[in-house]
């Protein structure tokens, strides 16, 4: 399976501020997204991210607020704009294989004071 | 729309005992079913997944799951729990056509007590 890495594992930031979280993946993947666990909640996924094109975004998510950049097969970005304390949550990457299964980043944990 | 419930949200067990995880869907059509576990300040680790065929399907650690399209359930088992299985269990469901519908149930923690 790819393994994926993101950076930063985990981050404190101040409200109003942005920050970029990077997934790189070891090998190309076609498939790539972008998921919101909030505290003791489950997954829900923010966007697809589409290699050359604008990324896909979910009902309640906006290009925005969330931002994602797909510059090649490998990469990934996803920013979390003008930060508030309901944006503190993980954030995991993951990608598609074609064996059906997603493989998960080890995600960022975000708090936003 | 698609559906995951996963009706307990905490689920205790002694060392040695069989555990089930519950998780019941809702799909348009054939589904895949996954089951995924978190252990504290990790991402999501990937444990088995249906598609089609033989209805049991095993996992990693030792973990099994038993699809029952009837029931329309894919309850988590496994035969004798460990201390280091505690952790937070996610069953999720997507339809064959597309990776990006993938639901998440509300995830169930799992305690081994030893």
């Known amino acids: 399976s790819a393994v994926i890495s993101q950076k930063p594992s985990r981050d404190i930031c101040q409200r109003g501020t942005s920050l970029t979280i990077q997934c790189q993946v070891d090998s190309q993947v076609t498939m790539m997204f972008w998921y919101r666990q909030q505290p003791g909640q489950s997954l829900t996924l923010i966007a697809t991210?589409?290699?050359?094109?604008?990324?896909?975004?979910e009902s309640g998510f906006v290009i925005d607020k969330f931002p994602i950049s797909r510059p090649n097969l490998t990469f990934s970005t996803l920013t979390v704009s003008n930060m508030s304390p309901e944006d503190s949550s993980i954030y995991l990457c993951s990608v598609a294989e074609g064996t059906g299964e997603l493989f998960f980043g080890e995600g960022s944990r975000l708090t936003v004071l | 729309a698609q559906s995951v419930a996963q009706p307990e949200d905490q689920v205790n067990v002694a060392e040695g005992n069989p555990l089930t995880v519950k998780c019941t869907y809702s799909?348009?059509?054939?589904?895949?079913l996954f089951w995924y576990v978190q252990y504290p300040n990790r991402g999501l680790q990937f444990l088995l997944k249906?598609?089609?065929?033989?209805?049991l399907v095993k996992g990693s650690y030792g973990f099994e799951a038993e699809f029952n399209k009837s029931q329309t359930s894919f309850h988590l088992k496994k035969p004798s729990a460990l201390v280091s299985d505690s952790a937070l269990y996610f069953c999720a469901v997507r339809p064959l056509s597309s990776a990006r519908q993938l639901t998440f149930g509300s995830g169930t923690q799992l305690t081994v007590l030893p």
């Open positions: 249906y598609i089609t065929g033989d209805n």
């Open positions: 991210a589409n290699q050359g094109s604008e990324a896909t975004y």
């Open positions: 799909v348009s059509g054939n589904p895949y």
